[in-house]
């Protein structure tokens, strides 16, 4: 049995000497960084929604449950469709106004599956899921942000048509960030699920781990969903230690994404690990192990010898295992 007292004392022994690298600059996240302005006060104003859409500025992003829809020009993909273009592409289940660009409105339309893949047979379009959409680059990075929102919520619509208190069919109002039950009164608001993700150090060393579901080639951070009455530093600790065994000290929180699948925001830290001994659970990963920072840069370079992977950069686990290939253990504080 692991033993805590155990492990807290490998912690005096931690080797916090670290080197400095340079990999050029960073990517961008995925998800991040909204061009959208919210202007949430305006979802109850009737009469500025109702401006919103009429305004021939308006653009529409289109989904239906995990896929996407987008315009095929050529070389190119435009995810945006003026109003009565995506209206013409059938039924629309849901209508959210995501906010404003500018003064451009933005909304974001969900339609039924079903609808989705009948779509599927059109040279002018392209259906594709959001996350090859990310990977590959398919639209500009502006249009992440706003479709992540998009996706979400229309997927939050999807799964709450009737009331959970009650039963009753509820009705989408507040231009669709709210659902409410005409029965029991009830008022229902979208949900995000924190997903704590984190990279474990000891000295010049950190984890990764490997989910069945990952490509063969990828190892990536530790995570997992924080708990009611759990904070960000105790769902790390205890994420880590149910997962790998390893018991951990300092949490230092690095930067969060939104992850629109469905629901989530990615909370990304960085922990001390105290003890060195893995325990893996296999119900949960694959496999688990230590890897040296020279090992993880060549990963993020894509010259590992066995040709071993780190999620690409639209993903928050990149982004902190390169700040600690770049700082080695001083991305701790």
Sequence with gaps: MRRRSDAISFGARLNTVSTHRDLGPPPPLGYAASPVDRVAAHRGDAAKIAKY????????YVTGGELVVLKALGEGNEP????????????????????VVGDAPRFGFGLDPQTIDQLKAR???????????????????????PLAEAKALASWHARHRFCPNCGTPTQAVEAGWRRDCPSCGAEHFPRTDPVVIMLVISGDRAVLGRSPRFAPTMWSCLAGFAEPGESIEDAVRREVFEEAGVACGRVKYFASQPWPFPSSLMIGCHAQAL??????????????????RDEMASMLERSHPQGLTTPPPVAIAHHLIRSFVEQGDDVLG
Excluded: K, Y
């Excluded at 945006?80 to 906010?99: K, N, Y």
């Excluded at 040279?123 to 990977?135: E, K, Q, Y």
């Excluded at 003890?275 to 040296?292: K, M, Y």
């Design 80 to 99: 945006l469709f003026t109003q009565a273009e995506a209206r013409a592409l059938g039924p629309v289940r849901d209508s959210i106004f995501l906010g």
């Design 275 to 292: 003890s060195e001994t893995l325990a893996v659970d296999r119900e949960e990963l694959e496999d688990a192990r230590w890897f040296l």
């Design 53 to 60: 859409c009429a305004d021939a500025r308006a653009g529409v």
């Design 123 to 145: 040279n002018d379009l392209r259906i594709t899921d959001l996350r090859s959409i990310a990977v590959q680059g398919m639209v500009g990075a502006q249009h992440l942000p």
